[in-house]
């Protein structure tokens, strides 16, 4: 059975474009990021994509997957929170979570044309006998869903 994947393709700027490819044992890569997909039209958003813009069309799975930091050094977990959509007419939330060890995970769905921020949020969790920094980081990445033209 062969199995697609959307290949990312540098654009200017932190602009990203999607063009389907057959996928190969490098591939497989992404599954060890968290975010295995069996759509055919999938992308997977990480820590490195924050204030990236992309752009996906209707039916698109959007999977983003945010690792935690953790330092035993200086007793600090920075957590992530579920990430979320500001328009879900646009990409919808379909399901995601937290784990235990500070990373969180979210699956979307590109519905309809139009643009949406997928934001987290990240903060330390101290462990007994040490500090944390009282600040609160974002991570938003913005989706444009653009209607491919029909011929």
Not at 51 to 59: A, F, L, N
Not at 99 to 122: C, L, Q, R, Y
Request: proline share 6%; net charge negative.
């Amino acid at each position: 059975m062969r199995v697609f994947k959307l290949a990312l393709s540098f654009l200017t700027g932190a602009t990203i474009a999607f063009a389907p490819v057959l996928a190969t044992a490098s591939s497989a890569s992404a599954q060890s990021t968290g975010c295995p997909s069996t759509s055919a039209l999938a992308v997977c958003l990480t820590n490195s994509n924050n204030g990236d813009s992309i752009s996906v069309p209707p039916g698109t799975e959007v999977d983003v997957y945010l690792t935690a930091s953790i330092s035993t050094s200086t007793g600090q977990t920075w957590r992530w929170t579920v990430p979320a959509s500001s328009n879900n007419a646009v990409l919808a939330f379909e399901s995601g979570g937290t784990s235990s060890n500070g990373n969180a995970w979210a699956d979307f769905v590109a519905k309809s044309g139009g643009t949406a921020d997928i934001t987290s949020e990240e903060s330390c969790v101290a462990a007994p006998g040490h500090a944390c920094p009282q600040v609160v980081l974002l991570w938003q990445t913005s989706v444009s869903v653009v209607p491919t033209p029909t011929a």
